[in-house]
């Protein structure tokens, strides 16, 4: 494999690569000195400052791919062409009409294409998926999702790795929006995992830190197959806020996945001590598209799930109340 941009997101994808029984980081690229020192430290021979030079290296299978948002449409193309599959980190493009072309070209090249939505892969939530379509909670009526956390703004990586924010963030052409297509894209598939198609949108929109971006919004989603969902998404807090309550006819739930437990954190930490990283949902989503290159199977997210998304996200845009 090989991994291409070694930001926030990518040096979890970098660690966590190097954990795979399954399959080899042959290479890693990124146009910054720094991150690719950070790799070399970790053992990667092969850095690549230009990541032509890594698609060319015929080695290498497949590719993660954790640019910035405006970059996944030439970089996926580029990947696809070359023949290598392809995880990409959410969401999938910036808007609805690059992430049809970013499909195109990835089917007529014939590879596979995951998106890296993460929580999908937590335990917890995909055991409530078996849940909702077991029918425990009778006809489920109306649910809630929160999703806060700070965003872009804290740097990212830890002390050790300590780097300024990265400005393409705060860019509305570069980044192609704010809180709701950041982490509203990880509620918005979730919940249409759970309860398909997207009928209808309302958002609200909060724009606190007066950016061109929204840094707030709660949307009314409403599902052909019956429930009404709000989700909750904001980039304000230091805390990550994880929760999710569903209201059934015969049955409820109300969770807060997030912040963990003390007696949760410690396990985690012995669990990583022993080197047991299966609960970790970065780890599990790419041991998981790894399984599917061996076995020739369609991963999902999918392409076409990250498609959808930004349809939603769209409609969601389109159909907004600014609170400023
Ligand atoms: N799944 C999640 O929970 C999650 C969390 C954070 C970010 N993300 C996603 O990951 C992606 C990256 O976000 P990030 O926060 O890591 O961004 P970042 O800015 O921290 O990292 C991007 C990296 O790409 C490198 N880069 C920029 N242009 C390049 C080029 N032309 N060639 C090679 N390298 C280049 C940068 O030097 C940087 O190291 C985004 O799509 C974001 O939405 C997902």
Redo the contacts with the bound molecule.
Sequence with gaps: MGL?????????HLRNCLRLKKAKLIGV????ET?LKFAKKLGIRNVY???DDLLSNQQIDAVII????F??FE?VTKAAEAGKDIF????LARNVAEGRKILSNVKRNGVKLML????RFTTTLRKLHEKIADGFFGEVEIVQATNVSHG?FTP??GIKTLRSV?S??FNKDLAGGGALL?LGS?LINLLSWYFGEVKNVESYLGYKFNMELEDSAICILKFRTGPLATINVGWFSKDLIQSIQICGTAKNLSMHLSPPSISHLIFRDIRRKLGIFKYDS?YTELKYFVECLWNDASPSPSGEEGLSDLQVISMAYKHSHNLA
């Design positions: 291409i941009g070694i930001g926030g997101q990518g040096r979890i690229a990124d146009i910054s991150s400052k230009n990541y954790s640019l910035p948002n970059l996944h970089s990409l980190e959410k969401p890296g939505y993460n929580m872009p990212k990586g990265p393409w963030w950041d990880h970065y």
